[in-house]
């Protein structure tokens, strides 16, 4: 029995290092045809091995994750302490993931330059740490003049991770494509709204409880941002 998490090396290749497109396609290819039972994070993912794998649809079972029980909300005060100790406000956008290109970045960036054009002064949040190929968002974050507006925290404790969950106005995931997406689950779990994209499992994850956009329309990506500001 295997669990596949995502096709990203099938759909977007052009996301992935060299030596990664070729262990993807020869390990996850031959499990798939070798494997007694396969298990997905969601629809989207047993669609795309039935369609780009050919795998046998009953032999798929989708089990969706789930947050860590200490994604919760927390009391005003624990969240406060936390956001001192990184010198943070609360309002915020938050991204939380490995920075890599299938995220969409750069797009996010692009829409945080939209809101300041607009006089819409909110700084964006960045937790994670560096994955592959991330050179364009940092060139990018100097080419749109946001040195000031954008903080990258890494390594970032869990137990911090929930309460910056907590003070953000809200998560916003644009990526090209997730298996999953599980910080939209850890992030509505701590009381955050969420924005993501219209693409592969995240409108599955979030259903109607998030703001869905066009991943590479970074004015809809602003325009969701904008809204949910208004209202928190």
Known sequence: ?????????????????????????????WAVHRADAIVAD????QRDLVRLLGAAPQRITV?????DERFRVLSESEVDAVLHHYGLSRGYLLFVGVWEPRKNLP????????????????????????????EEIFSKVKALGLASAVRFLERVPVEDLVALYNGAAALVMPSFYEGFGLPVLE???????????????????VGEAGLVIDP????????ACDCLLYTS
């Open 1 to 29: 029995v295997i669990t596949v998490h995502d096709l990203n090396f099938l759909l977007y290749p052009q996301y992935l290092l060299p030596e990664a497109r070729r262990y993807y396609n020869g390990q996850i290819t």
């Open 42 to 45: 969601s629809y989207a993912t």
């Open 63 to 67: 089990a969706h994750l789930a947050a």
């Open 107 to 134: 797009g996010l960036l692009e829409a945080l330059a939209l809101l300041r054009g607009q006089g819409i002064d909110v700084p964006l949040v960045i937790v994670g740490r560096a994955g592959w190929l991330y």
């Open 187 to 205: 992030a509505m779990q701590s009381g955050t709204p969420v924005i993501v994209s219209d693409r592969a499992s995240l409108p599955e994850i």
């Open 216 to 223: 590479s329309d970074p004015q809809a990506i602003a325009q």
